[in-house]
């Protein structure tokens, strides 16, 4: 699989169907052209992605995205004034535009306005929006540099678009505004704060749902690791042997010396959600561990993301 920055063949590949990985401020992206019913398809074959699990579309900017949307509230304009192009994803219902394929069949769809330069000067390049789920195989855990993604894939990809390490982490925070209030269906890389900051109330979260077509990255058992992972309590923890700590900041040190990844020096959880997916990858790989064990994080900023995520990739204790 071949990876390097080449803007012009990333583009000639996506107009002749083929799927490229692209980077984004949140994780790498595996991306075809979102009107192309085929290439979409690609993108479920190469992830082994269930078609119940819709994807989002990609684009420049809101005069891009129009055409794929209609009747969009006031409050799509307010939030992408100030948050995009950035980690969020707006759910809006959907024009004719969009294949069902994109959308499972539902009658809205996901729109995101990724920060990465690499990939905003992609999208300038192209006249369509770029259909795009995580660059990983269905339900294992999300890459967040191109090695993360070479370990997954062989040649189903065309071309790793290669933007380094992406600056946050995690994926985006999914927003639906289809009624009147905006709800979050996912936890992401915008925190909760920031959220409600601009809308000028605290919005309802989506319940996590094991199987609904329509509950973004909602299924019971997603971003996981091959190795068990348990969440657990540090101070009454016995620590096996051939296990290894993920730690948020200084809250295992009392455990040394196991295995360890500490995600935070600072015990910041917007560093810990940049770290996260890698530490996860890491462990994952290393021969002399077979089980992780981590806490939960604190519930503020992207504490929630992070505990998220860590409800669906780990196990019960
Ligand atoms: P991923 O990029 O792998 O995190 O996957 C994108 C997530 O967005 C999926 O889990 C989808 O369920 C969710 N998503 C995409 N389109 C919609 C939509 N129209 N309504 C609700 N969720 C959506
Ligand atoms: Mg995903």
Redesign the pocket.
């Known amino acids: 699989m071949e990876r390097g920055k080449d803007l012009a063949k990333a583009a000639n590949l996506i107009r002749g169907g083929k799927l490229v990985a692209i980077p984004t401020e949140t994780v790498y ?1 595996l991306a075809a052209d979102g009107t192309n019913v085929d290439a979409v398809a690609g993108i479920f074959s190469a992830k082994k992605r269930p078609f119940f ?4 579309l990609h684009f420049y900017d809101i005069n891009d995205a129009l055409p794929y949307v209609h009747s969009v509230p006031d409050i799509w304009y307010l939030l992408t004034k100030t948050f995009s192009p950035g980690p969020v ?1 707006y ?1 809006l219902p959907r024009s004719d535009k969009v294949p069902d394929l994109v ?1 499972s069949g ?1 009658d ?3 729109v995101r306005f990724p920060r990465h330069p690499l990939t905003r000067e992609l999208l300038a390049m192209l006249d369509v929006p770029l259909a ?3 660059a990983n195989r269905f339900g294992y855990i999300s890459p967040t540099k191109p090695e993360h993604i070479e370990g997954q894939f062989t040649n189903e990809i065309d071309y790793i678009l290669d933007g380094g390490v992406c600056d946050l982490g995690v ?1 985006s925070t ?1 927003l639906d505004l289809t009624t009147d209030r905006v709800k979050v ?2 936890k992401g890389s915008l925190s909760i704060e920031s959220l409600s900051s601009i809308i000028g109330y605290i919005p309802e979260m989506a319940a996590v749902s094991s199987s609904r077509p ?5 299924i019971d058992v997603h971003y996981a690791p091959s190795k068990p992972l348990y969440v657990v309590d540090f101070q009454t923890l016995e620590l096996p042997e051939n296990a290894a700590l993920l730690a948020f900041g200084n809250n295992a040190d009392h455990l040394l010396p196991a295995k360890r990844i500490q995600l935070s020096e600072k015990a910041c959880t917007k560093e810990a959600a940049t770290n996260f997916f890698a530490a996860l990858h890491t462990l994952d790989a290393d021969d002399n561990v077979d089980l992780i064990y981590c806490e939960t994080f604190p519930d503020l900023e992207l504490g929630p993301a992070l505990n998220d995520r860590l409800t669906r990739a780990g196990r019960e204790v």
């Open positions: 992206g699990d819709p994807l989002i994803t759910v959308t539902l809205t769809v996901g795009a789920p995580s994926e999914i269906l996912r329509s509950a973004p990255g909602n």
